[in-house]
Nanobody, 115 residues
Framework: QVQLVESGGGLVQPGGSLRLSCEAS????????IGWYRQAPGKQRELVAT???????DYAYSVKGRFTLSRDNAKNTVYLQMDSLKPEDTAVYYC?????????WGQGTQVTVSS
């Protein structure tokens, strides 16, 4: 059983920044599909950013140029640097990884962008 622990959420003003962290209970050296999703109130969960094959990263169109996904395999941790935050980025952010055909989710961390 893989556990994912997210941290770094909070309240930030529009234009501000936050960095989310997701630490996995397993080694992520060989895991390709790992990234972040989010779910706003009354909306479906959506992809924010994820690593894909070949070391590429897919970003949602709405966050391109503002969010940066990175990973530290030695720490089994994935990061989401979020800059130029907007009120519409308000959501619960979930870490996700896929391993051996299964999808694992963290408990989520709340990000609120408001003045």
């Amino acid at each position: 059983q893989v556990q994912l622990v997210e941290s770094g959420g909070g309240l930030v003003q529009p234009g501000g920044s936050l960095r989310l962290s997701c630490e996995a209970s397993t080694s992520i050296w060989t895991i390709i599909a790992i990234g972040w999703y989010r779910q706003a109130p009354g909306k479906q969960r959506e992809l924010v950013a994820t690593f894909t094959s070949g070391g590429n990263i897919d970003y949602a169109y709405s966050v391109k140029g503002r969010f940066t996904l990175s990973r530290d395999n030695a720490k089994n941790t994935v990061y989401l640097q979020m800059d130029s935050l907007k009120p519409e980025d308000t959501a619960v952010y979930y870490c996700n990884l896929r391993l051996s055909g299964r999808a694992y989710w963290g408990q989520g961390t709340q990000v609120t962008v408001s003045s």
